[in-house]
């Protein structure tokens, strides 16, 4: 014959007062550590602001968690800044600068100057959008996509449809774009033929002329924006326009 044990529960104690105590200090002083470090970096963020020399107030980051340790070790993860619709050879757009591995002076990563910052490699996106587009093709309809993927999510791709009425044409046109970097020269070449306006769908430029950092490396398109990704692939030390396009 079976028996069926009940089980035993046991009563947890609580924990004793000074333990509890105990537990909110340290939680406490977690929060107040947290909260410092958190405005060391916005100051040092907003001092690297200040002296970036653009049209448009730059937005900083400083990767590096905690922030007073990382310059402690006089290093952090990077440094980015972006400048929103500012004035560039394309016109008003989106560019993002980034110091990847910056090392350097403690005093400067924790007050925000970039004397004798070094940046292992650096990075630079330029965002051309529709409106910036069509106003480089004379095309204020212009509309740019992915011609496979619309998602945002989709994998970049060196190809684009673009549509909008080139001028003499009474209706907008729908066209396939290979999007080059190419013997430093950045372009837009139609890839097909509409019956109207083709050739106002070909762009091209010295990549010296555009928004770049380094070297011009690849155009491509995501979304409803093109992207010209460009960098500096050796240790570069940082100054004000470093970040300047």
Request: charged share 15%; aromatic share 4%.
């Amino acid at each position: 014959m079976w028996c069926r044990v009940r089980p035993t529960l046991r009563r947890v104690p609580n924990l004793h007062p000074r333990l509890q105590w105990l537990a909110l200090a340290v939680a406490a002083t977690a929060g107040l550590a947290w909260g410092a470090d958190t405005l060391l970096a916005a100051r040092a963020e907003a001092h690297i602001s200040d002296l970036i020399p653009a049209d448009t107030t730059p937005r900083v980051s400083i990767a590096g968690f905690p922030f007073v340790t990382s310059a402690l070790q006089e290093g952090v993860a990077h440094i980015q800044v972006s400048l929103i619709d500012t004035d560039t050879s394309l016109g008003p757009v989106n560019v993002t600068t980034t110091a990847h591995d910056v090392q350097g002076p403690t005093d400067s990563l924790l007050d925000g100057r970039l004397d004798g910052l070094v940046g292992y490699t650096v990075s630079r996106s330029a965002t051309i959008d529709a409106a910036a587009l069509g106003r480089l093709l004379g095309m204020p309809d212009m509309d740019i996509s992915n011609p496979t993927d619309i998602s945002p999510g989709a994998a970049p791709l060196p190809q684009a449809q673009l549509r909008g009425t080139p001028p003499g044409c009474t209706e907008p046109v729908t066209v396939l774009a290979d999007l080059r970097v190419r013997d430093h020269i950045v372009s837009i070449e139609p890839a097909t033929t509409p019956s109207c306006g083709a050739a106002a769908f070909r762009w091209s430029a010295p990549a010296d002329t555009l928004p770049v950092v380094g070297t011009a490396n690849s155009l491509w398109v995501r979304g409803g924006s093109l992207f010209l990704d460009s960098g500096i692939n050796t240790p570069t030390p940082l100054s004000p326009e470093l970040f300047t396009p």
